[in-house]
Each structure stands twice: as C-alpha cells, then as structure tokens.
C-alpha cells in the first residue's frame, strides 16, 4: 500500500470542491451520516442535485461564500493506495496555501472550466507545479457536459495548455488531459459514455497507476540532526544518541560520516528505532544514530556521507514565493529555517520577479508583495548545508521566519 | 472498496512522521505538555512519545483534564498506564471551575460537561505556562479539523484564528511564538480511524476495555445509544436496555455514544470499522449540535 499526495489547484467556481466530493462519493468513502448531512444542506439551499462542496468546505466562512478559502485536507483510500488530498484555493490572493498544499504533493490536478479554457489562473497553477517540481500533473477539463461533452472545446483547451508547456523548465514532468463532469460523475472514478471520443483512463484509474517513487527522496543521504538523546540512566549511562529523519538515502552501520558544520569524521556505530538495532536506515525513517568518536552534535548539525558533501556557505540565491502582507525589501532581515536549523539571514539583493504567468521577469524591483515570486540572494550570519532543489527537495529548501511576527513569511528553493 | 487493510509500509510512514513532530516539540519548546484524555488516540500519542525518545524518558508530562463524567475503566486506564511507562501526570478538574464559579454546570436533556473542559485547560496551561499541548486530534475527524495545521498558534486566550493560520510547508515546523501565547500540536493529523486502529493492532498497544464489545445498560435517543448512568440526563419513558456495545470515540460520558457491536478483540474492531459506514464522529453527541459546533468550539480553545 502506498500513500499518494495529491494538490488539486482551480479557480473560484471551477468545480474544484464538486470533483472531490464526486471522488469521494463514488469511491464510497462519504460514510452515511456525512452523506446525510450533504443532502439534507443540499434540500435546505434548494438545490435539485447533491452540492458535494460541502464534504470539504470546513469553515463557516467557506460554506457562506461557497469558497474555499484554506488548504484542506481529504483522505480516502482504494484497494490499491491511500490518498491524501490537498484542497488549496484557487483564488490569487491565495497563491501561498497553493503553494503550501504543493510542497508536500508528489501530483497536482489542474482544474479548468470547459467553458472557459485556459486563463491567466491557469498560467499561475502550472507555474507553481513547475516551481516546486510536481513530477505529474492531471490537467483536469472538467464541466464537459455543459459544453455537450464536445471534442473540439478538449482538443482547443490541450492544444492552449500545450503552448504554455513549451515554456516550462521542468521539462520531465508527466501531463496528462482528462475530460470530465465532477457533477455528473463523467470520467472522475467510473468512465463516462457521453464522451466516445475519449478514449483515455478516468481521473482514479489514471491515479492508481501513478509511479509510486517518492519524489522527495531522490538525491544523497543527508541527516539533519533535530535532538539530542542523552538518558543519563544507570543502563545507558554514556549513551549519546542523534535524533533525526533520514533524507535522499539511505545511512548504514559502518558508514564514513563527516559531522557538519564542524566537518569532524566519524563513523556511524549504531542506528537504533524505538529499542530495535538496524543496520540500515532507509529514508525517510525516523531514527536515532550513534557515531563511534565521542563528538560534540548538537541540533542543526548535519551528518552526511564523506566524500558526498552539500554546499557549505554563508549565502545562497533562490526563487522564493513571498506570502505575507508586509513587504519584503532590500536589506530585510529575517529567520531561514531549513530544515530543523535557523540563521539569521539579511536580503542581499532582489534580482527580478518571475511573473508566475510565463510573461516574463521584472527587473529593478525593490520589494515584494504576497504572492509575488522573485529571485533573491540571502547572506546568512552562519553557514548552512544545502543542495539545490532541483537535486534535493529536501535539503534544497526553506521558510522564511518574520523576526518580529515569528510567522511564516515565504518559502524558498534554492538554485 | 473504500477501506482495505493497509500493509505496514502506510502505517511505518505515519509513524515516522510522528516522532519527527514529537521530536521537534520537545527540541522547539520549553515546556511541551501531551493531553491525556485516556481515549485510544491519546493512548497512541503516549506510544509515539516513548518511541521518539527511547532510550530517554519522554520529556514532558502528560495532562488529563478530568469532566469528572468519565467512564471508569478510562481512569484507571490512565493510572496503570502513566505507573507503567514511568511517566508523569497531571489532572485538573472540570468540578474545580464549576466550584470556584468560573463555569456553570449545563442541565436538562442534552446536558454535558464536555464544552467546560476548555475553561479548565486554559487555566491549566496558564498556571503551568505550558509552551506546548500535544493533542490527539484528526484531520479526518471532522471537516473544521481538516484545515488545522500540525503546529497551530493559539493566542493568549487560547483562540484559533483560522482564517489567519501559518502555512506550513515541506515538513518544517515554525514553533516561534511570542511570550503568552502556545501552540497545539497534532502528530496524528495525517491519520484516519482505520490507521490508529490498525497501529493499535501492530503495536499490540493495550487499550480501555470499553472499546470492545460488552455487555452495558443503554437507552436510545435520537438514533443514537447513550449509556446508563448517572452524569446521562434520562427522561422517565426512555427505556434502559441492556445490550452488547462498544465505544468508537471515549469522551465525557454525556457526549459519547456507544454502537452495537461483537467485536471483543482488536482484529475484530478493525474488521468492523473497515465495513462501517457511519463515521467516527458520527456518535458525538456534541458534534450534531449544528453544522459548525466543532469549528466554534476550536475558536474558543477546544482540544
């Protein structure tokens, strides 16, 4: 069994919350009492079919404006995987939830209104898949049956989405096109008849069988170290253990280590689960290592291969998406958090906004707005471990922290 | 189809992913606290807890916020388990802020002291300066807790603001907050009933004996089973039945609903919930008080 993440991405009123609720539905995931609760609402707004927006439209807010306003997430499960859905908004304001919903997904699904083909929002979803590396994308035309299911509209709306893939750089991501009604159930689990033209996979059937390899792991084995574990009991009395979640690959007994930043050499002795002994650690693994040299470790150390060193370095330049009301300006100072470390770091210098609707860059820039994307260098008070996002999502990226608010402010992949 | 048995590679990465978060609560703040409520959720937390940090002891306390409505075989549960496992504990009781006036008592048919316990634990984590509350809850739960975050920021009042959350990206985990105000945490928020129960069953974790099938005094209300008992406001022609049943969720006597059921091991508990088609807060009295009671509750510092 597999876990799939999947962010889904569409504008007000494309049908966004009606294809999850259809998902849900007729995977028989919407147990009876919910089921009961969606109809009643339905009968009380006078509705003539189910309204399935509202199995995930949590806040009061939402279900009063009949938007979605914050990520949410859905869970279902098939013979075969367990989904996990990101519901993020489609509305400009909230390109951040779009992007917080994306980087925790290995697939996307983009949502486009039949009867009005691709937009400027259109432009901005793919953009966003393409910045934080979505390995496949679901273009996903969806309220085919008030277009009378035709070709033409689904050949017009692919041969539009097609030139906007032309511009892209991740040039290695899957796209697929899917033509359905989330309303009528067209395609979404059950294939449709209304469209004999089409005669590629429903959107579940095309999901199931999506490559399982888990994105996040490829690159080099790194280990952030995020606690101490010291017992200072009678049985383990000199017990130093190193608290951490293995990335990019696998760490084994045995293994030459170097301990950053401090770049002393070891060698890993143990690798403990909860009481258990394993020789080796595979990623994503939540263990506790100990090193054969008695060294100084604390949290924000990294342990990585010898001879498999990231950069080592007070600054980096990334593509950041900013996310907060307050600007982001020259010489601003802020937390970057990677991973478990925090620096201080100070905006060295804005190099140009990427207008995330493939219409080009923005020179001269002097700060940065919600929601704007820009390519910016950061010099940090004290080095950190990085690799490039493009060859580690993992160690490749990291939030930005508002010294005086502590909320999140932006995120970053760094080039 | 919905609900298949899951092999353990589902189950090892939520579990992963929760002794990342334990870890990183005990790493980001000074005074972390794990809620207690002696339900099967909070039995889980308890396990990921001493897992993340083995061989050391888990780092912080836990803390029961007793309604004084509950069903006995919890608390003593709670004791044996908190003897075992060398861990501490802390109980503050919902009887305290009725005496001292600080709440009152709810009375008549649907009466229950489960929206009182929040009181308690405000004044709870203000006399402790709790930094930190681990809680058990769900994304999948119910729709308002899909949208809460797994570090969410609670101000000094203990209110969700939840238009205004913090994105949370990757799994990096912003713990930075201002003097006075604290953050609930949820290791568990990726799972669904079916993943707690199918841990519970691999862990061979013990649970309270009023979550399989036996024999209790019921009555029925509402198409829902209330238990017998004297903190249940029952009306004189309500009928008391006697008839195997378990518990699904296990909260305050007055707000948790029980089902039929022969499922007597944890094998058979999850075969049952694999094949049910009433969902887990589908017995929560407190929950079918309106469309948007959980997200109401949350605001004023729910669980």
Redesign the interface.
């Known amino acids: 069994?597999?876990?799939l993440k999947i962010a889904t991405a569409g504008s007000v009123d494309d049908g966004k919350s009606t294809l999850i609720g259809r998902i849900l539905y007729d995977?028989?995931?919407l147990?009876?009492?919910?089921l009961e609760?969606i109809e009643k609402?339905s009968k009380q707004k006078g509705y003539d079919y189910l309204d399935f927006s509202l199995?995930?439209?949590?806040?009061?807010?939402e279900?009063e404006q009949g938007i979605t306003?914050?990520?949410?997430?859905?869970?279902?499960?098939?013979?075969k995987k367990?989904y996990?859905i990101a519901d993020t908004p489609g509305h400009v304001e909230y390109t951040?939830?779009m992007?917080?919903g994306a980087?925790?997904s290995q697939a996307s699904i983009i949502l486009i209104d039949a009867r009005k083909g691709v937009i400027e929002q259109t432009n901005r979803h793919f953009f966003i898949n393409n910045l934080l590396r979505i390995k496949d994308v679901v273009v996903t035309i969806n309220k085919m049956d008030l277009v009378d299911y035709s070709e033409d509209v689904y050949n017009k709306i692919k041969a539009d989405f097609s030139e906007l893939m032309s511009k892209r750089d991740y040039q290695d991501q899957k796209i697929t096109f899917i033509p359905v009604s989330a309303l009528k159930g067209d395609n979404v689990v059950n294939r449709s008849n209304k469209m004999p033209w089409y005669t590629g996979q429903s959107l579940l059937e095309h999901l199931e069988e999506l490559d399982k390899k888990d994105i996040f792991n490829i690159g080099t084995p790194r280990f952030p170290v995020?606690?101490v574990?010291?017992?200072?009991?009678e049985?383990?009395h000199d017990?130093r253990?190193y608290?951490?979640?293995v990335y990019g690959g696998e760490l084994s007994v045995g293994d030459e280590v170097v301990v950053l930043p401090s770049q002393t050499k070891s060698k890993i002795k143990e690798i403990?689960?909860?009481?258990e002994k394993f020789q080796t650690a595979s990623r994503?693994?939540?263990v506790?290592i100990t090193l054969e040299n008695d060294i100084n470790v604390s949290?924000g150390d990294m342990i990585v291969k010898d001879g498999d060193l990231p950069t080592i370095d007070k600054q980096f330049t990334a593509n950041i998406c900013w996310?907060d009301s307050t600007q982001l300006t020259n010489g601003g100072k802020y937390?970057v958090?990677h991973?478990?470390n925090k620096v201080l770091a100070k905006v060295d210098k804005i190099h140009h906004k990427i207008n995330p609707d493939y219409s080009g860059i923005e020179e001269n820039v002097t700060g940065l707005n919600v929601n704007d994307i820009a390519q910016v260098t950061f010099k940090l008070n004290k080095p950190i471990f990085y690799d490039q996002f493009k060859n580690h999502?993992?160690n490749g990226?990291?939030?930005l922290?508002d010294t005086q608010t502590?909320?999140?402010v932006g995120?970053g992949f760094i080039q | 189809?919905?609900?298949?048995k899951?092999?353990t590679?589902?189950i090892?990465?939520l579990?992963?992913?929760a002794?990342?978060i334990m870890?990183?609560v005990?790493?980001q703040f000074e005074k972390p606290v794990l809620l207690f409520s002696g339900g099967k959720d909070s039995i889980t937390l308890v396990r990921l807890a001493?897992?993340?940090?083995?061989?050391?002891?888990v780092p912080f306390p836990l803390m029961h916020i007793d309604t004084g409505h509950n069903f006995p075989e919890t608390i003593e549960f709670r004791d044996k388990l908190v003897e075992e496992l060398g861990l501490e504990l802390i109980v503050r009781h919902v009887q305290d802020s009725i005496d001292e006036g600080k709440v009152k008592e709810e009375s008549g048919k649907y009466s229950s002291r489960n929206s009182l316990q929040t009181t308690t634990l405000l004044d709870a984590i203000e006399e402790f300066k709790f930094d930190a509350c681990i809680g058990g809850a769900r994304?999948?739960e119910?729709?308002?807790?899909?949208?809460e975050r797994i570090f969410s920021v609670r101000d000094d009042f203990g209110q969700w603001d939840?238009?205004n959350?913090?994105?949370?990206?990757?799994?990096?985990l912003?713990g930075?907050?201002?003097h006075g105000q604290n953050v609930r945490v949820f290791p568990i928020?990726?799972w669904?009933e079916l993943d707690v129960w199918s841990y519970i069953e691999k862990e061979n974790i013990e649970i309270p004996s009023i979550y399989f099938a036996h024999k209790r005094k019921v009555f029925l209300r509402d198409g829902l089973i209330w238990s017998h008992s004297e903190f249940v406001y029952q009306e004189d022609d309500e009928e008391v039945l006697e008839r195997m049943v378990r518990f699904r969720t296990v909260g305050d006597m007055s707000c948790t609903a029980a089902v039929f059921s022969e499922a007597t091991d944890i094998a058979s508990v999850v075969r049952e919930i694999r094949d049910?088609?009433?969902?887990e807060r589908?017995a929560r009295i407190d929950d079918k008080r309106s469309?948007?009671a959980m997200?109401k509750r949350k605001q004023q510092g729910y669980f």
């Open positions: 069994m597999e876990v995977t028989k995931s147990t009876t009492d919910k609760a609402t199995a995930t439209d949590g806040l009061v807010a279900r306003i914050d990520v949410a997430h859905i869970y279902f499960s098939t013979a367990s996990i951040r939830n992007v917080t980087s925790t995020q606690y574990i010291r017992p200072k009991t049985e383990f017990f253990g608290a951490g979640k403990y689960f909860y009481n994503r693994s939540s506790t949290r996310m937390i958090q991973g478990v999502r993992t990226s990291f939030i922290i502590n909320s999140t995120a | 189809m919905s609900k298949m899951k092999d590679y589902h090892n990465s579990e992963n992913e002794i990342y870890r990183e005990a790493a001493v897992k993340a940090f083995y061989p050391a002891k994304r999948d119910e729709k308002a807790r899909a949208k939840e238009k959350q913090r994105p949370e990206l990757f799994d990096m912003n930075q907050i201002h928020s990726n669904t049910s088609t009433i969902s589908g469309d948007a997200e």
